[in-house]
């Protein structure tokens, strides 16, 4: 079955520092794979997806991700995180219709 | 720009009430999907619907119906509301079939008391 592991619930992290949120899949083929940001009281906005080709994407905000098959995972990450990229963030694998969403993870950032 | 809308932001209502919650979707899409968030759980699909009059359950559908008579609009219908239904739901809605990312309305955080 579908599934999707965000093994960080909360982390906190230095205005200026690099940051990497960790996302694990499971599925049975070549997977979609999105990251959804989600600040207080908002719906989600897609930050990135990967259908395939090159396994680095970019997004907005100046965040990337990694696709790595061989490790199941999608991990995200930002070079320079500022402020305003305190949020909750969710990592999703589509399967046709329907997406599979892990439990997301918090971001604090630390001025 | 996509725009997802949904009915209210807030909404208070007692133990046994009819609830129903509102989605309308400004970009011609086939797709749309309900979905309750709950902390520690991510989200958790309810229904969806890829087409008017169509639907299909989702992860958890009991004690919720849906009802798709336009295209732009799908409501989340909760035929007698419980506590345990108390949540924050979030609609979406995305294109024709295939993985397409999906357009999140604002959620509308229900209390059920």
């Known amino acids: 079955a579908q599934s999707v592991t965000q093994p960080d619930i909360h982390i906190t992290v230095s205005e200026g520092a690099s940051l990497e949120l960790r996302c694990n899949y499971s599925?049975?083929?070549?997977?979609?794979l999105f990251w959804y940001v989600q600040s207080p009281g908002q719906g989600l906005q897609l930050l990135l997806k990967y259908f395939s080709g090159d396994t680095l994407v970019q997004g907005i905000k100046g965040f990337e991700a990694e696709f790595k098959r061989s490790q199941s995972s999608f991990n995200l990450r930002k070079p320079s995180v500022h402020w305003s990229d305190a949020a909750e963030y969710f990592c999703a694998v589509g399967d046709f219709n329907k997406f599979y969403f892990g439990s997301g993870t918090k971001l604090n950032v630390k001025p | 720009d996509v725009k997802v809308t949904q009915s209210s932001r807030y909404l208070v209502k007692r133990t046994g009430e009819k609830v129903f919650l509102e989605c309308v979707q400004d970009m011609d899409h086939e797709n749309m999907f309900w979905y309750r968030q709950d902390p520690g759980l991510g989200l958790r699909l309810i229904y969806f619907?890829?087409?008017?009059?169509?639907?299909e359950k989702g992860d958890i559908p009991e004690g919720y119906s849906v009802s798709r008579e336009k295209k732009e609009r799908f409501s989340l219908i909760l035929e007698s509301a419980s506590t345990n239904q108390t949540s924050m739901y979030l609609c979406?809605?995305?294109?024709?079939?295939?993985?397409?990312?999906?357009?999140f309305g604002p959620g509308t955080r229900l209390t059920v008391t």
């Open positions: 979406a809605s995305s294109f024709d079939r295939g993985t397409y990312e999906q357009y």
């Open positions: 599925y049975g083929a070549t997977p979609y």
């Open positions: 619907s890829y087409d008017v009059k169509m639907k």
